[in-house]
């Protein structure tokens, strides 16, 4: 059987992209969304129509029992999980005097608690079965910060910090833990990007040029494939962040 591949937050953007490539490359792809219904039933009807099938599941993968039961329903169908992509995710621009409680609840919830609960509840199976792989999508700015997001930010660390702490606890479990780092991708979540804010991002960046979701996922496939690299925060950023 193909490998079995959860990616959470698929119904948009680089998850979409991500789930997309997978199930075209003979993937066993288990598409989550939460808000975003017709755009993961449209996911499922663009590969339907090449002959391609792919799950769509509705979880909220910052709430526990949402995952459990999103588990329940891979491991029911295929008996097992070889890979965990933490994709979900907000962002959000505000003057760090002005974040909320409920602001900073949120995006910690949103991409950091999803992350922890996600890959504690699959690591439950992947250590059963002495291998597997764990990607986290986290960020360019979880590495060197955004002014006006720390909120989103901190977060995307913390997804970095937890990368490499458990890359370290499960390399003896044969499970690989990894981060992708992206820069500036065109997606809907930098929609409110106008022409001259993507003029002074392509300035900023080596490469001179914006990302395609399509790097993000040239790189998941090729983490999927690898077997000897784990705890690693790849950015995928042309550049912007070379340390």
């Not at 169908?77 to 409920?102: P, R, S, W």
């Not at 977060?155 to 981060?179: C, F, H, Q, Y």
């Not at 804010?197 to 900023?204: L, P």
């Amino acid at each position: 059987m193909s490998k079995v591949v959860v990616v959470t937050g698929a119904s948009r953007g680089i998850g979409r992209n991500i789930a997309y490539n997978l199930a075209v490359n003979g993937y066993n792809v288990i598409a989550n969304y939460n808000n975003s219904e017709f755009e993961a039933k449209k996911l499922k009807e663009d590969l339907e129509a090449q002959g391609i099938e792919i799950d769509i599941f509705k979880a909220n993968v910052s709430k526990r029992n949402e995952v459990q039961k999103l588990l329940k329903f891979v491991i029911d169908k295929y008996n097992k999980i070889d890979v965990l992509i933490n994709n979900a995710g907000i962002a959000q621009k505000k003057l760090f005097t002005d974040i909320t409680d409920e602001d900073f609840e949120k995006m910690l919830s949103n991409n950091l608690y999803s992350a922890f609960y996600m890959s504690q509840e699959v690591v439950k199976y992947m250590i059963k079965e002495h291998k597997g792989s764990i990607i986290n999508i986290s960020s360019m700015y979880g590495i060197m910060g955004a002014s006006c997001e720390v909120h989103y930010s901190m977060s995307k660390a913390g997804m970095d910090g937890m990368t490499k702490a458990l890359a370290k606890e499960l390399g003896p479990s044969n499970i690989r833990v990894n981060s992708i780092a992206p820069g500036a991708i065109d997606t809907d979540m930098n929609n409110d990007l106008n022409e001259e804010d993507w003029k002074q991002i392509i300035e900023e960046t080596p490469l001179m040029k914006k990302g395609n979701p399509i790097d993000i996922s040239r790189c998941v496939k090729w983490l999927i494939e690898d077997e000897f690299t784990t705890g690693q925060v790849i950015s995928i950023d042309g550049g912007m962040v070379i340390k």
